[in-house]
């Protein structure tokens, strides 16, 4: 099912991709020697003045193919360098603009349907700095750190690719009973102290991976082996590790820890590192708010400037090294996010169907314009 919809979904961005080149050559008299959707050999095809509409093998691509570009012809009428300038650049705009266009009418859908995501303030921990600057529940967050806030996701999408320092100070401009209110803050500090590893999944107590300068690094302990006591006191399972640390939380104190290697236990005495990690204190809505009328529009085009914003954004990542090789996903990488969207979404409905596989080809096809 998930190969049938991703072709479902490709196969319409595409078309209407090439259709913005093929509508902006015909304006500018430009002669379209073949309109296909796909690539290989033609399945099917038929031919209109001076065109062959064509429906290729292979469900990926498609092309608009225009006099004069696998030729030596040029300059003569009806080939793509013989129109203007500004006809030429209209062409070539035409594709990207037109994937814009269709992100719009699925962000409309989308909105229509469920509506739009506001980022306001659900809670925020008393005492706590960003309390004491004056951040209230009901507060919709407009802008943090320079960066302007439409949508929660907005604000989710800047955060990650940028977490809070401890020594930063954090400029946030939110709307209070209409009126636009100015807040600064530093964030608090969560002091921790950890082993320093990774587990294999959260129900088991075996060693993934050991995380470099902390605590088990410097022992014995290898990824393969599990952790089976600390300070005498048996693990049985993950829960009682996850009670033992509630009970027991770590300190700067040694502890010994008993792992297992090839049917034989070791112990090793280790120092937790201290984490210190940068936290906001405050909680915003991701949830959906319905709207009606011209509201959505403009939502729907907020939803568009986000996809937009988030790709450009990802390739910045991508360039400065946010973000590696590994964080991309070619074809078959977005024929399983689609699938995978797709499972989870069956248990909640058809309309939760639709618009996630409506927000997938929105995302995909705003990505393709960009």
């Known amino acids: 099912m998930k190969i049938i919809i991703a072709i479902v979904i490709f196969s ?51 092309s608009c193919a225009m006099l004069g570009e696998d030729t030596d012809i040029e300059n003569e009428p009806g080939t793509f360098n013989s129109a203007s300038v500004w006809g030429r650049i209209s062409v070539v705009a035409a594709g990207p603009v037109f994937n814009f266009i269709l992100a719009f009418v699925f962000a409309v859908l989308i909105v229509t349907l469920v509506g739009y995501d506001p980022a306001e303030v659900t809670q925020v921990e008393s005492g706590s700095t960003v309390a004491e600057a004056g951040l209230q529940e009901g507060d919709i967050i407009k802008e943090y750190q320079g960066y302007h806030i439409d949508l929660a996701r907005d604000l989710y999408l800047y955060m990650y690719l940028n977490n809070p320092q401890e020594d930063e100070t954090i400029h946030m401009t939110v709307e209070r009973d209409g009126k636009d209110v100015e807040l600064a803050f530093k964030p608090d500090v969560q002091v921790r102290y950890l082993l320093g590893f990774n587990r294999k999944s959260t129900d088991s107590l075996e060693v993934a991976s050991l995380i470099p300068g902390m605590g088990l690094s410097e022992t014995g302990v290898e990824p393969g082996d599990v952790i089976t006591s600390i300070n005498g006191t048996r693990l049985e399972s993950s829960d009682d590790y996850t009670a033992y640390l509630a009970e027991h939380p770590l300190t700067s104190e040694p502890v010994t820890i008993t792992y297992e290697r090839d049917g034989l236990e070791y112990n090793a005495e280790v120092t937790p590192s201290e984490s210190r990690t940068a936290v906001l204190d405050f909680s915003y809505n991701l949830a959906y708010t319905k709207t009606h009328g011209f509201e959505v529009l403009k939502y729907g085009t907020l939803e568009v400037k986000y996809m937009i914003r988030s790709t450009l954004l990802s390739l910045k990542e991508l360039l400065t090294g946010g973000l590696g090789v590994k964080d991309l996903s070619g074809p078959v990488g977005v024929v399983d996010a689609i699938g995978s969207t797709y499972e989870a979404s069956k248990s909640e409905g058809m309309l939760t169907i639709w618009v996630n596989m409506l927000y997938m080809a929105a995302l995909l096809s705003a990505n393709l314009g960009v």
């Open 12 to 62: 319409a961005i595409i078309l209407f991709h090439e259709l913005g080149h093929f509508l902006f050559a015909k304006l500018n008299k430009i002669v379209v020697t073949e309109f296909s959707l796909g690539m290989g050999p033609r399945l099917f095809s038929f031919e209109k003045g001076d065109t062959r509409y064509s429906l290729k093998l292979l469900p990926i691509g498609g």
